[in-house]
């Protein structure tokens, strides 16, 4: 069955440093998504990309962030200049279309971002 | 500022008891809700979609929607230890490209 992949698993960082998070979306999917997860708290939505464009964007998405589909598979998370608060985990999900149905996202495992 | 409220738990059923879990949602456009499961340390696993009134059954699972009510819930029959987890609802806000979840809520099946 097809899913969503990220790499990597764990990634830990200093903070002031960049990071990029990987994700391969479902092949055949055309909505790709970024959200966090705080430790013991819910999951957010960062950003939504469709069409390599950012479709949508939420508060928390701000000038640190960016993303990218640098080649036809790949979907990528880069945060500049880390801060302690950016640790949490980062999911990437993708969903066929938007619309009232074909909307189901389906989500990667996740990286878990931590920073010293 | 769309919201999606859970009951945060924990709940707790006995094995082969129906869990109910409940979910409530501000955005009256909505069209597109969701049902995922979350163990701990994982990642969201989809369970079911749902976009119409009424109930939707995927074995032993059901989701119920009351749009008027601005209600979704899902009902998980004969629950198995296996079942405990994070329960997250998650809706499509309308005329967005953005999905909001709640904060989910902890299903503890005791054997």
């Known amino acids: 069955e097809p899913e969503v992949t990220q790499t990597p698993s764990h990634q830990v960082t200093q903070m002031g440093q960049e990071v990029i998070l990987r994700c391969v979306p479902i092949s055949n999917h055309l909505y790709f998504y970024w959200y966090r997860q705080i430790l013991g708290q819910k999951v957010e939505f960062l950003v939504s990309f469709y069409n390599n464009e950012i479709s949508e964007k939420s508060e928390i998405f701000d000038d640190q962030f960016s993303v990218e589909r640098p080649d036809g598979s790949n979907f990528t998370l880069k945060i500049r200049s880390t801060k302690l608060e950016d640790s949490a985990m980062y999911f990437c999900?993708?969903?066929?279309?938007?619309?009232?149905?074909?909307?189901?996202?389906?989500f990667g495992p996740g990286t878990r971002l931590t920073v010293l | 500022q769309k919201e999606v409220e859970q009951n945060s738990g924990p709940l707790s059923v006995p094995e082969g008891a129906i869990a109910s879990l409940n979910c409530t949602y501000s955005d009256r456009g909505s069209q597109s809700f969701f049902w995922y499961r979350q163990y701990s340390g994982k990642s969201p696993e989809l369970i079911m979609s749902?976009?119409?009134?009424g109930d939707k059954e995927d074995g032993r699972f059901t989701a119920q929607l009351n749009k008027a009510s601005q209600y979704v819930s899902l009902l998980i029959r004969d629950s198995q230890p296996s079942d405990s987890a994070t329960y997250l609802c998650?809706?499509?806000?309308?005329?967005?490209?953005?999905?909001?979840f709640g904060t989910g809520t902890r299903l503890k099946v005791l054997a």
């Open positions: 749902i976009y119409s009134n």
């Open positions: 999900a993708s969903s066929e279309l938007v619309g009232t149905t074909y909307n189901e996202q389906f």
């Open positions: 998650a809706v499509l806000v309308s005329g967005t490209y953005k999905y909001i």
